[in-house]
Each structure stands twice: as structure tokens, then as C-alpha cells.
């Protein structure tokens, strides 16, 4: 059977290239667009709103940590640095508490065991770092709004007296807790009841230490240390609580034994 095929005109034959296969991928691109349209204008709708979520959750997160601080007072305050060649000592410490009814000074206790109301102690007898107010005294600030704490420190001295001179302990020697009795000032000599020693912690906060008669003597009290022989005296030895503490100062630490005021006794705990 032979086609016949008119001049100019050409079979119609199913395929991509139809008509109707255009009209086709028109409207799928046309409904592509659309989405596309779509899309772009919900996005930032979307992303502001995601934004605003998490930005409204730090708010709350921030306001409810500033309320927090300040709805607490702290009970605690970090022990400054001691300037250069100097160190506090603990026995002059003062605390004064202000607010609009006045001045308050607070009264040192040694430890918490200790505390009264209006006390405050440091968080560690040879080693300390902060100074804390007691609990009773801590709960009377939670109930008054505003006020201040004043801390200051005097200089040194050993009740009231100030040495004639000053020699430190061989840094090496420091952990045996026996300390050969350093040589006085020139023109000086050693009297056994005008020795003093003194412990520096790693921060330069100076502890007088006390002395007492023996080593039996020693689990009574705070701090103390006792001569080798009390009657020709050539090494300071340390009581085991003392001896303790000095080693936890390890080698940034420092012992000096002071000339020329009466030797302090130790605190009977």
C-alpha cells in the first residue's frame, strides 16, 4: 500500500515534539513557578518566626538569671592580692557591714563551728581565699535591701607589736615542718620568749602562728609550733595541724620568724 503525501504537509506523528506534549510541560512549569512564588514569600515569614522563638527563650533565660542575682546577696567575698613585697595578715582583717541605718562592724570567729550572728571566717585558716559571712549573718542581708560590705586590711604586726627584724625559713626546708631558727638582724640576739613566726600563703595572707610549751600540747590548739628545746632552742618544729596547712602552701609559701616581741601563745580550739 503506498502513502500518499501532499506537497507542503507532513503526517502527524505521536511524539515529544507535539503539540499537545508543549502544553504539557508548560503547565507543569507554570505550577513550578507558582511554588517557587509560593515559597519565597512564606519563607521569611518562617524564619522570622523561628528567630523570634529562640530569641524570646534567651530573653527569658537572661531575665531569669538577673533575677535571680538579684534576689540572692553573696555571702562570700574573694580575698584580694596583696601588693607587691607586702601580705595581709589575718589578725587585722576588718569587716563593716553599711546600710541606711549605719555602720555594723562584724566580728571574726575562726571557723564556722564558731559562728554568731554578725560573724563572719575565712574558708581556710593558713591558706585562705575568701572571707564568709556566717549563716545567721548571712540571712539577716538576704532581708535588707541596698548596704555594702566594707573589707580592709591592717598592716602587720604581732598584737599590737612591731617586730625588730624579720628573717625567712629556708624555702627548701618547708615541708619537714622543722625550721633551723634563722640567724637575728645584726646587733640582735635570739630570746626565746621574743620569737614569733609567721606563715605567708601563696596569695601573701600572713597567719601569726602560736606557740606552745611541747608537742602533747598540740591537739588543743590552732596553729601552733613548739621549740626543740625550750631552754637552748635551734629549730622551730610544727604542730601536725600546722604542718599540714604549711604543705598545702607547698614552695610558693613562706615561713619567717620575727625578733623582738613577746612570743604569741597558741588559740586553745
Known sequence: MTMLV??????????????????????????????????????????????????????????????????????????????????????LVKVDRSTSAGTTPLSQVATEAECAAGGWHLDNLLNPTKIVACPNTCMEMQNQSGGKIDVSFGCEAVGGCVPTGAATVDASTLASCSWAIPKPPSGQFIEPNSVNVRYSSPSGFATNLGKVASAADCATVQNGWYYDDEAKPTKILACPQTCTGVQAGAAAAKIEVLFGCETRPAVIE
Not at 28 to 52: D, H
Not at 57 to 80: F, H, Y
Request: aromatic share 6%.
Open 6 to 91: 501532499r506537497c507542503g504537509l507532513k503526517p502527524q506523528v505521536s511524539g515529544a515534539g507535539s503539540p499537545r506534549n508543549r502544553i504539557r510541560r508548560q503547565k507543569r512549569s507554570r505550577r513550578r513557578g507558582a511554588a517557587l512564588v509560593e515559597f519565597a514569600v512564606i519563607a521569611p515569614l518562617f524564619f522570622l518566626l523561628v528567630v523570634g522563638v529562640i530569641e524570646f527563650g534567651r530573653a527569658m533565660m537572661v531575665k531569669q538569671i538577673i533575677t535571680n542575682a538579684g534576689s540572692t546577696i553573696a555571702c562570700e567575698w574573694d580575698l584580694p592580692a596583696a601588693p607587691m613585697g607586702q601580705s595581709f595578715s589575718r589578725d
